[in-house]
Nanobody
Framework: VQLVESGGGLVQPGGSLRLSCAAS????????MSWYRQAPGNERELVAS????????YYGESVKGRFTISRDNAKNTVLLQMNSLKPEDTAVYYC?????????WGQGTQVTVSS
């Protein structure tokens, strides 16, 4: 299983970024996918999740209405569209899946929201 994130960077408050996670090594369309984030000194927190078929999503309270998770099962890709970014969204963002009772993580991509 391999998860590779991209799309992070530096953005001003109020701006937008789109993160992408390319998955390989497993049957992507069979598994739910999630985005987590971890800021310095904080625990890793769940940002958003999407079911294997994309029919249902979940969002953490702090990102509801601003972030959108989606997936393309034909391209083995999960996306996180982040709008109206705030300084408190600054963190390393990780792609995640759970397969056969084991958690898999990408290497993370840094998102920094600052003026």
């Amino acid at each position: 299983v391999q998860l590779v994130e991209s799309g992070g960077g530096l953005v001003q408050p109020g701006g937008s970024l789109r993160l992408s996670c390319a998955a390989s090594g497993f049957t992507f369309s069979n598994y739910a996918m999630s985005w987590y984030r971890q800021a310095p000194g904080n625990e890793r927190e769940l940002v958003a999740s999407i079911t294997n078929g994309g029919g249902a999503t979940y969002y953490g309270e702090s990102v509801k209405g601003r972030f959108t998770i989606s997936r393309d099962n034909a391209k083995n890709t999960v996306l996180l569209q982040m709008n109206s970014l705030k300084p408190e969204d600054t963190a390393v963002y990780y792609c995640h899946t759970r397969r056969l009772a084991r958690d898999y993580w990408g290497q993370g991509t840094q998102v920094t929201v600052s003026s």
